[in-house]
């Protein structure tokens, strides 16, 4: 693979969406020049783009670290997701062709077969291919523009729901009803399936992160660690 800044854009997206690099961690350069072999002329021109991508922030004092979210950014990311979505609604069901429901079906098919084998790297990046596919099918590369970078804040917000099995099975049922209704173009319906899947990714992360004081967001933040290190545990198994 050529070394560029989008090879390595996905290289570290990837990172941060699996949860290999996790909120608040500092992504030291000279650490990841070593690493990536590339100049921190390339690396800086790579952190401007996650940081556009809002999967990063430049701290005073600390560098670049991988983003986290308050309860009220997860709000506000999904309300915005939302309203993109919604956006998009009467265009993907005005332009969806048989080929693009073919398509759709086998990258739920590839999210399945990740979900029964345990796999979340799997899970996470079919997933996210499953509503990337979705957006371009409504032919407008600005609204797409927009929903990837939603798409990237909300996957990174709910890495740890894929540890729940209940919760893996949902979104299985919940991608089932989201192609039903768009394969009888039905714009109601659709609408309908996507709201409610959005409504559960939400609810995942507000389950992770609780209302409440200073001490319940420290317990909160500790249970969340404690997932986080058990999914690693559990993929490197995987892919042992």
Known sequence: MAVNGESIYQVL????????????????????????????????????????AGLVTLQPN???????????????VYYLRTALERAAIPLIVERVRPADIRALRELQREFERACRAADMGGMILSNLAFHRRLSQISGNPFLYKSLE??????????????LDAARVQKSIREHREILRALARRSAAAYEQALVTHLAGGKGDYQRIYPVGGDGERAQSNHGVRTARRRAARREEETHA
Do not use: M, N
């Not at 990536?36 to 556009?52: A, D, K, M, N, Y």
């Not at 600390?62 to 506000?76: A, M």
């Not at 970078?149 to 894929?162: E, G």
């Open 13 to 52: 997206e990837r990172e941060i969406i699996l949860g290999h690099l996790k909120p608040r961690e500092r992504l030291l350069e000279a650490e990841l020049c070593c690493r990536l072999r590339i100049s921190r002329t390339l690396l800086r021109e790579v952190f401007r783009r996650l940081e556009g």
């Open 62 to 76: 600390r560098g670049v670290v991988v983003r986290d979210f308050s309860l009220q950014e997860v709000e506000d």
């Open 149 to 162: 970078i939603s798409h990237l804040q909300t996957q990174q917000i709910r890495y740890v729901a894929w």
